[in-house]
């Protein structure tokens, strides 16, 4: 019961954090980064939630990898989690580099500095929303479950 | 059901030793469909006066440690599955007569005995001229001169006397007054030496004499099932002038024993013993070190014993039919032999037969992986896995009681015990020693064959396995050191079944 209630939570979190990419008042992405012309396209093109789609994706694709296909007793320690962690990490934003880059240049557009800017951003949410994909399904894993610490 | 096995002499007690093993490795007894004996206590009494017999000695701490980690694991309870299953108990624990005072152990208190020359023992100085002479046509002078406190070295004849006042001791007394109807009643000794061959007998009058005797459930003792374990020769002794055991005697004497059995205890019209198991080996094990006094034997464990201990297992699990009339009087004695499967030099699993390979293959060797692991593994375990599913098993453990009489003082014994089997002839080579991979720990057994290559057994395939059961059976209910040996033995029955060659 415990364990599902960690699932919810966690499946409630991304949820919210999807939700908030739609949003025009309170943008996830912009409350963290915002410059005026950057983000205006960002917003026009309709990206951030292709974005927040990859950035949940990766999360929770790489929390499942990590917990129910590699799910062994050789890479069950802290550390195992944390290489993981840091892989998503760096992964999500080179994505959302490249998805950005590819959109602009259809687009005609150029923001070299601020996608960078941008996307060192998407470091954190990622590193985020790994810990709370990890916290939400680790419990039913056979051999990782007690990652990065114990229940 | 309660199992009292009374382990006489040096013989005894390392026969028991065995049995302590096999217990340990959760083998038990099993009825005639192949279901375990319900609410089964076995209860040894070894019987010898030689305390410091080094035999008697390691048997008794052995049991008094398996009596330790059991009940830390199942407490009081008779029903269990797994390490350790068989409830091992002493008469002291099961006994509900407050009057009668005895100490805790498992050595049967021959204090009027042991303190005495035999001389003193029967008032030879206070018999008149007749009975002296007699004495001494019954009795050489050397046998008269023994201290008893080293046993009968070799003289039944004096264990004949000696151990017939076993009747009117505390223990007997206590034996009776806890014996029921439906417990059994079983022997080991051997049948060439001093105390098992005298002994034996005269317990088996006594017992079934119990009308004459002053003492409770007269008539439930006089009906018991009487099973017993009579070895023939199996070991050698160095040679030596002075020695008054000598290997040349084995023979004469085990005839001479075979024929007062057969006259007193297991004649075509006797029912004083049901079931006898004959065991013996032509090929004599390694000479072993003559020393009678102070220190006392201290022989290699061997085949023999192994085998001798699954004894008194059968013997529980025989039905009731097999034993007793309708009247629930004793059936006409029966007799048992074992053979191996192969006359070999080394005896592996394979050569035991598929009969005893289906009793304690498995469990032998989930033993053996545990001892493997608790060596190889599972201090670095802590922390990691199924330790931290509840209860958890934290570093304390390793502090334990539990933890250091099952790794160290048990574990200790149990490779003893294999390496002086392993180097006795007949050579006993269930499992490589020394070999610390699990998966080449069985001799001539290896493991299953795979895509690429074969499969491994290891300290990770462990840890796995019992990861996955300790996720579907965490519980705080349990006790760490149940949920340790249960997680464990689950996993080996996996691992075994599934990673090992099958050879049953």
């Given at each position: 019961?415990?364990h599902s209630?960690f699932l919810a939570?966690g499946i409630?979190i991304t ?38 789609a990859i950035i949940a994706l990766m999360a929770w694709g790489g929390a499942a990898v990590y917990y129910y296909v590699i799910n062994s007793?050789?890479f069950d320690?802290?550390?195992h989690w944390a290489s993981v962690l840091a892989v998503c990490t760096?992964l999500a ?33 990622e590193a985020?929303l790994f810990i709370v994909a990890s916290f939400s399904i680790r419990w039913w894993s056979s051999n990782c479950r007690?990652t990065p610490?114990?229940? | ?504």
């Open positions: 019961m415990k209630i939570i409630a949820i919210a954090f999807y939700a908030l990419s739609y949003s025009t008042g309170a943008n996830v992405f912009e409350m963290l980064y915002f410059n005026q012309g950057f983000n205006d396209q960002l917003f026009n093109l309709q990206m951030y939630p292709v974005m927040a007793v050789k320690r802290w550390y760096l934003p080179i994505a959302c580099y490249a998805y950005i880059d590819n959109k602009f240049a259809h687009a005609g557009l150029l923001y070299i500095d601020e996608s960078i800017h941008f996307v060192t951003q998407i470091l954190f949410i985020l007690h610490f114990p229940q | 059901m309660r199992l009292f096995v009374f382990a006489i002499g040096g013989t005894g007690s390392r026969v028991l030793k065995s049995l302590v093993m096999l217990s340990a490795a959760g083998v038990r007894p099993v009825d005639e469909n192949g279901h375990p004996v319900k609410d089964l206590e076995i209860v040894p009494v070894i019987i010898d006066p030689h305390k410091s017999n080094e035999d008697l000695k390691r048997t008794e701490q052995l049991l008094t440690n398996y009596r330790l980690i059991r009940s830390k694991l199942y407490g009081n309870r008779t029903e269990a599955d797994g390490f350790f299953a068989n409830r091992i108990v002493t008469l002291h624990e099961i006994m509900n007569d407050s009057a009668v005072q005895l100490n805790d152990t498992f050595v049967f208190n021959l204090s009027a005995v042991e303190h005495n020359k035999f001389r003193e023992f029967i008032g030879y100085d206070t018999m008149n001229e007749a009975n002296q002479a007699l004495t001494s046509l019954l009795f050489n002078d050397d046998q008269l001169e023994n201290k008893m406190n080293i046993g009968f070295v070799g003289s039944p004849n004096i264990g004949s006397v000696a151990l017939n006042e076993i009747k009117d001791s505390p223990e007997f007394r206590a034996f009776a007054n806890v014996f029921n109807a439906g417990d059994r009643i079983f022997f080991i000794s051997s049948i060439f030496g001093g105390t098992g061959a005298a002994g034996f007998p005269i317990m088996v009058k006594n017992i079934r004499q119990a009308a004459n005797l002053d003492i409770n459930n007269r008539d439930v003792l006089r009906r018991a099932p009487i099973g017993a374990l009579t070895v023939l020769p199996y070991f050698n002794l160095e040679l030596g002038e002075d020695h008054r055991i000598d290997k040349s005697d084995f023979i004469v004497k085990t005839q001479s024993a075979l024929y007062y059995y057969k006259e007193t205890l297991t004649g075509a019209n006797d029912s004083n013993v049901n079931a006898l198991y004959y065991l013996g080996d032509q090929q004599m094990s390694v000479p072993y070190v003559y020393d009678p006094g102070e220190h006392g034997q201290r022989n290699k464990a061997h085949m023999i014993e192994l085998i001798g201990a699954m004894a008194p297992l059968n013997f529980a699990g025989l039905p009731t039919s097999r034993l007793c009339d309708d009247s629930g009087y004793p059936q006409q004695a029966q007799a048992f032999e074992y053979a191996l499967d192969k006359d070999v030099p080394g005896v592996d699993f394979k050569a035991l037969g598929i009969d005893t390979r289906h009793f304690i293959y498995d469990k032998m060797v989930k033993l053996h992986l545990l001892f493997i692991y608790l060596n190889t593994g599972f201090k670095t375990m802590i922390g990691q896995g199924y330790t931290n599913d509840k209860p958890e098993i934290r570093t304390d453990f390793l502090n334990s009681q539990f933890y250091r009489t099952l790794s160290v003082d048990f574990m200790n014994a149990y490779k003893e015990w294999l390496g002086e089997m392993y180097h006795n002839t007949r050579r006993v080579e269930l499992f490589n020693i020394g070999e610390w991979d699990m998966g080449k720990a069985i001799h001539d057994v290896m493991t299953a064959k795979s895509i690429f290559g074969r499969k491994s057994v290891d300290n990770d395939v462990f840890k796995s396995e019992m990861n996955n059961l300790s996720r579907k059976s965490a519980s705080n209910d349990n006790q760490v050191e149940f949920k340790f040996l249960d997680l464990f033995n689950r996993a080996a029955s996996k691992i075994v079944a599934e990673r090992f060659e099958n050879i049953n």
